[in-house]
């Protein structure tokens, strides 16, 4: 009989630690006794449980013990055939998942904006990828969702693609119906992947939009980290139906991921998968209450931002304001200097994003945004505010194979020089990691004014002096 509640692998680390083991092995801080005196108070209760794969404690890369177990129960809960603990997020799920289809040359069908590490598994599987263009949505004013009819025209072009990779919900919650493209693509014969990094906690049900293993995905996975109290860096990989290569899969699960994974994240993610199956019709009206609160809060600052509504789509636990007189990235400057915290800015939105449980005092966060609306009233600028121009086509192919982007040689010109070059590196406005412009593609006019105007509006991106130029290939 399984029991939601049990924590096999962190009971395991504590009941180590009551031991008080002498050690003769790694790590070197010694369960916390051997450590810098200044960060001793901070580390000390986590170094109790930063063990190693000792009698006992089982192996990430070979488990047949408690690691074992505590991903028997995850599977259990979420409803997938075969679930693993990853240690490098979902990035690593993603490297991993496009690694294990694809071999150089072969095509695989991917939502355009998709984050970064979908994008770096494509070129380092050397795979083609046939990039499907996301739609504008009028009621979030962003580019977020594919279509059923792009999929089918993807399928019916490029009949030797390998699988479909998609990423449900976006970064700010909003899903779509997946399971009719699911559907679709099955009846192609082809696996799905879907990153799901957003969405661990869909496994809740109402008012959760519907989890991705429902809908019929093969592989998903999900930063356990991001929606549900996990630590940084801890994700669910979900395996469900025979459409899987599972072998290839653990194969480049052990190549990119450390030989010595951390426990302290692994145990995070044995006790976030109980913390959500204890999470009960109580838990969920008090967390539901406290965010109407909120949300009604931020509502009443209307002079600023709207407080974007919810469709059956969204995700409750974030909120979206759409500003009105300043741009995105200035309001969450402010909002910031009072100690709000946001978790991304856009052009012209700023998303909020709610725990499980009720975290926000009311009073404080009312008082903070007073200051923030003295503020705010001194520096309305409407002039700032430069939306998204961008459109993408329904169906992309890059200009150069990633096996050609290797052998060319790369140089740095200035941004009145790059047009119509083919873009040597990915240029990705960091949060929320998905790339205006994609490495292999071509250079134009439209690239160049929305990096600029971002550059201008404050955004960040994790190129080197992006202001100044752009890598390209000169002897394609
Ligand atoms: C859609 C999406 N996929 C993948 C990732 C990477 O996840 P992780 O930080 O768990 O590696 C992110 C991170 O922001 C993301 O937003």
Redesign the pocket.
């Known amino acids: 009989m399984i029991n939601q509640n049990e924590t096999p692998l962190y009971d395991a680390l504590v009941n180590n630690k009551t031991k008080h083991p002498i050690s003769f092995h790694v790590p070197g801080h010694k369960y916390g006794q051997v450590f810098s005196e200044r960060g001793k108070e901070d580390y000390s209760s986590l170094l109790s449980i930063d063990a190693t794969e000792i009698t006992g404690l089982d192996d990430l890369h070979a488990p047949d013990g408690v690691i074992e177990k505590a991903q028997k129960l995850a599977a259990h809960y979420f409803n997938s055939d075969f679930t693993y603990f990853l240690i490098?997020?979902?990035?690593?799920g993603?490297l991993s998942m496009i690694l294990s289809f694809c071999v150089p040359g072969d095509e695989i069908i991917v939502q355009r904006n998709?984050?970064k590490?979908?994008l770096n598994g494509l070129e380092l599987a050397g795979a083609k990828p046939v990039f499907l263009g996301p739609v504008f949505e009028e009621d979030t004013q962003r580019h977020s969702k594919i279509t059923l009819h792009s999929v089918q025209r993807a399928l019916k072009e490029h009949p030797e693609a390998k699988a479909v990779f998609l990423?449900y919900p976006?970064?700010f919650g909003r899903t779509y119906a997946l399971g009719e493209i699911i559907a679709e693509v099955h009846a192609h014969g082809l696996p799905v992947c879907i990153?799901e990094?957003?969405g661990v906690h869909f496994q809740l049900g109402e008012p959760f939009p519907s989890p991705a293993l429902k809908e019929g995905a093969d592989l998903v996975v999900q930063?356990a980290?991001?929606m549900a109290p996990a630590m940084?860096?801890s994700?669910f990989l979900h395996v469900q139906g025979e459409r899987i290569d599972q072998m290839r899969l653990e194969h480049y699960l052990q190549v990119l991921q450390s030989s010595s994974p951390s426990y302290p994240l692994m145990a995070s993610l044995d006790l976030a998968r109980s913390f959500l199956a204890q999470w009960n019709h109580l838990n969920k009206q008090q967390a539901l209450t406290s965010i109407q609160e909120v949300r009604q809060v931020f509502a009443s600052y209307e002079e600023h931002w709207s407080v974007l509504p919810l469709s059956p789509y969204d995700d409750p636990l974030k909120m979206t304001l759409q500003t009105k007189r300043n741009s995105g990235y200035e309001v969450m400057r402010v909002l910031e200097k009072m100690d709000i915290h946001p978790e991304l800015a856009t052009s012209d939105q700023i998303l909020l994003i709610f725990g499980l449980a009720p975290s926000v005092e009311i009073h404080e966060l009312n008082q903070r945004l007073n200051k923030v609306d003295s503020q705010l009233k001194k520096s309305n600028n409407r002039a700032t505010i430069n939306v998204d121009q961008l459109s993408f086509p329904e169906i992309q192919i890059l200009e150069m194979a990633y096996s050609e982007m290797q052998r060319t040689p790369a140089e740095r010109v200035n941004w009145s020089e790059a047009d119509d070059y083919v873009a040597a590196e990915a240029v990705i406005p960091y949060?929320?990691?998905?790339p205006l412009l994609m490495k292999g593609e071509r250079i134009t006019d439209d690239h160049r004014n929305r990096v600029f105007s971002l550059i201008k509006q404050g955004a960040r991106f994790q190129n080197v002096a992006i202001e100044k130029g752009i890598r390209v290939f000169k002897g394609e």
């Open positions: 490098n997020g979902t990035t690593v993603n998709s984050h590490s979908v990423t976006d970064y990153d990094a957003h930063s980290h991001k940084t860096m994700s949060p929320p990691g998905i």
